[in-house]
T-cell receptor
Framework: GESVGLHLPTLSVQEGDNSIINCAYSNSASDYFIWYKQESGKGPQFIIDIRSNMDKRQGQRVTVLLNKTVKHLSLQIAATQPGDSAVYFC??????????????FGQGTILTVHP | NAGVTQTPKFRVLKTGQSMTLLCAQDMNHEYMYWYRQDPGMGLRLIHYSVGEGTTAKGEVPDGYNVSRLKKQNFLLGLESAAPSQTSVYFC??????????FGPGTRLTVL
């Protein structure tokens, strides 16, 4: 079955540094990938997504990279700010599985940004 | 747009009591979901709906019921609450082919 994991459960950076959060997935038929940010006491917030026909997608200060060869996904945050401190987790959709958009979630990485 | 909203934000129940959590979305999304999030367990899918009038079981449906009488609303019911149902509950909605968008959560404690 699908499993999604994160290599680093915690990440501490200084304000202004770039942050990289990683995610590995196991099902090579996965075709849609999403990064969420969850601040303490709040619901998961959509950050950025990427489909399997792409290997890079950029947003505002964030970039997602997809390496289908090694089944690896990463989230890069440029010029990290204290407000970026949160739990980040990836979610994967396997198109060939269900028809209801089932998400398989990674366990999360805690990002702490020090001023 | 308010996005996905949930009521109530907090609730304390005694074992055996019942309650209904309400989720509403104003994005005209077809799909809606109920998750629970427990420390160390991540998000687990309780029930979902692929359209008005339809519901289906997720990974952990026992002890919960749902209804989707209107497209914009998805209700989660606990008929007889148990301490094991103490959790944070999140609702989400989705349009076909896009990401799920989550509500702010309901923190439920069952004593």
């Amino acid at each position: 079955g699908e499993s999604v994991g994160l290599h680093l459960p915690t990440l501490s950076v200084q304000e202004g540094d770039n942050s990289i959060i990683n995610c590995a997935y196991s099902n090579s038929a996965s075709d849609y990938f999403i990064w969420y940010k969850q601040e303490s006491g709040k619901g998961p917030q959509f950050i950025i997504d990427i489909r399997s026909n792409m290997d890079k997608r950029q947003g505002q200060r964030v970039t997602v990279l997809l390496n289908k060869t090694v089944k690896h996904l990463s989230l890069q945050i440029a010029a990290t700010q204290p407000g970026d401190s949160a739990v980040y987790f990836c979610a994967v959709v396997y198109a060939g599985g269900t028809s209801y958009g089932k998400l398989t979630f990674g366990q999360g990485t805690i990002l702490t940004v020090h001023p | 747009n308010a996005g996905v909203t949930q009521t109530p934000k907090f609730r304390v129940l005694k074992t055996g009591q019942s309650m209904t959590l309400l989720c509403a979305q104003d994005m005209n999304h077809e799909y809606m979901y109920w998750y629970r999030q427990d420390p160390g367990m991540g998000l687990r899918l309780i029930h979902y709906s692929v359209g008005e009038g339809t519901t289906a079981k997720g990974e952990v449906p026992d002890g919960y019921n749902v209804s989707r009488l209107k497209k914009q609303n998805f209700l989660l019911g606990l008929e007889s609450a148990a301490p094991s149902q103490t959790s944070v509950y999140f609702c989400a909605s989705m349009k076909t082919g896009t990401a799920q968008y989550f509500g702010p959560g309901t923190r439920l404690t069952v004593l």
